[in-house]
């Protein structure tokens, strides 16, 4: 049985846009997604990739050693259809895991906006932490060939509205491991097949529920983690392979015990 994601998985995706400056003022921007964690009361956490807030995470140069994160803003849309945006706090705390290999960040959400009737509204759509798929789901509930789906900013999303688009497609490796896609340890990331792009790093990733009450095999759905790139055609050197990956919800629980949260 056929299962869509929720209907406002959607606009769960949060457009991120960065602003990094070097020690002698040149600055440099990016994009990406995130989303919003309701951990428990009043403490909501934006999750996206690591490598959204360190432009130096992961590079092969040191081009970018020395630049530091001076601006991060998080637009989101409510259910009325209007779009708004905060800016984060510089005092806002970030949370890593201790493998560096996990490319995954939290943040504190102390944002701020300039208009006091959105800021009194506050950050709309998000998950709970109940909807995320824990080690033993990644185990025992999830296969190959689930249908997974991802909403956030691509290059190719609707930029005259400012609208997030979804993208599906199904887990291509064994979610009960770590895939890799060279012969190095990558950290606990899933390979799927999905058509991820510059832009949707820090994309929710969604397992819509499976089968029905009483059919054997079937299960709920999850947040099961946060896409994090795609793998290059190696023949084409700049090509992509079809192939994209995602690091897993069970990192974010990680996270958040290492960090004392939960």
Known sequence: MYHQPPANFLYSAYLIETK???PDGTPTEGVGTGFVLSVKENLPIIVTNRHI?????GKLTAKYKHYELRELSIT????DDTSYTFRLYPEARFFLDDDIQNDVALIEARIYEDDPVQFAKGLHWHFGIEHLATEEVFNTSLQPYDD???TGFPYTHDKLAGRPILRAGKIASDPKFDYSWSN???GNCVAY???STSGASGSPVFAPPRGAAGIPGSRHGYL???N????????????????SYFYKSSVILKILRQAGLI
């Not at 989101?76 to 259910?79: L, P, Q, T």
């Open 224 to 226: 099961i983690g946060v």
């Open 76 to 79: 989101g849309r409510r259910d």
């Open 148 to 150: 997974v789906a991802f």
């Open 228 to 243: 994090a790139g795609h793998v290059p055609d190696v023949e084409m050197f700049t090509g992509h392979s079809g192939i």
């Open 184 to 186: 190095e340890y990558k």
């Open 53 to 57: 807030i360190d432009i130096d995470y």
């Open 20 to 22: 990094f400056v070097s």
């Open 193 to 195: 097949e999905a058509f």
